[in-house]
């Protein structure tokens, strides 16, 4: 089993509507959860990061954790056709030194005008 | 404030030969990485720095080596290249919960 599962997709959704991205992950230890976003040919952009339980919003975007579940998820409302792009989730490997993150390989998500 | 940059954008080896790819950061951050980008893989971890003489093997270290000349640099060397080498490579750096990205280096390995 990987370590950070992702639907690949694509996914497709209408402007204006609720776009939802999932991940799960195997390990129950980890802490920290990262949203990215990744348009094509350019580099990951971080959107936004989860430490608790329950929903933290910014925006237009939301990210859902469930530890007991593991998993997490990125909500998109009011989508545009700008939020096409890549989602990569990723989590906070504990370690000592630095802070390592494991990505899962990313939802492709078209928003269609 | 350029943040993260990387040198080159683009290089096509044959394989056995060497190179580096260059990584610089202008936001005195102490922890850099580097990450390679197969489509379908993610962003896998290759090595990281996490402060000035430091460094340490992420997932996928076979075949690479590193160099954190210094607080702002942090260098990836390939030896003898190998079409499995083939990639996106991203250097990126740290500061509290936010990695940034430099724009990345496609390298082919024929």
């Known amino acids: 089993q990987k370590e950070v599962e992702q639907n690949s997709g694509p996914l497709s959704v209408p402007e204006g509507a609720i776009a939802s991205l999932n991940c799960t992950y195997s390990?129950?230890?980890?802490?920290?959860f990262f949203w990215y976003r990744q348009y094509s040919g350019k580099s990951p952009e971080l959107i936004m990061f989860i430490y608790s339980n329950g929903d933290k919003e910014d925006g237009r975007f939301t990210a859902q954790l469930n530890k007991a579940s593991q998993y997490v998820s990125l909500l998109i409302r009011d989508s545009q056709p700008s939020d096409s792009a890549t989602y990569l989730c990723?989590?906070?490997?504990?370690?000592?030194?630095?802070?390592?993150?494991?990505f899962g390989s990313g939802t492709q998500l078209t928003v269609l005008p | 404030n350029a943040g993260v940059t990387q040198t080159p954008k683009f290089q096509v080896l044959k394989t056995g030969q060497s190179m580096t790819l260059q990584c610089a950061q202008d936001m005195n951050h102490n922890s850099m990485y580097w990450y390679r980008q197969d489509p379908g893989m993610g962003l896998r971890l290759i090595y990281y720095?996490?402060?000035?003489?430091?460094?340490d093997k992420g997932e996928v270290p076979n075949g690479y080596n590193v160099s954190r000349l210094n607080k702002r640099e942090f260098s990836l060397r390939l030896e003898s290249a190998a079409p499995s080498q083939t990639s996106v490579y991203f250097c990126?750096?740290?500061?509290?919960?936010?990695?940034?990205f430099g724009p990345g280096t496609r390298l082919l390995v024929l």
């Open positions: 990126a750096s740290t500061f509290v919960e936010t990695q940034y």
């Open positions: 720095s996490a402060s000035e003489g430091t460094t």
């Open positions: 390990d129950r230890g980890s802490q920290s």
């Open positions: 990723a989590l906070e490997r504990a370690s000592g030194s630095a802070r390592q993150l494991t």
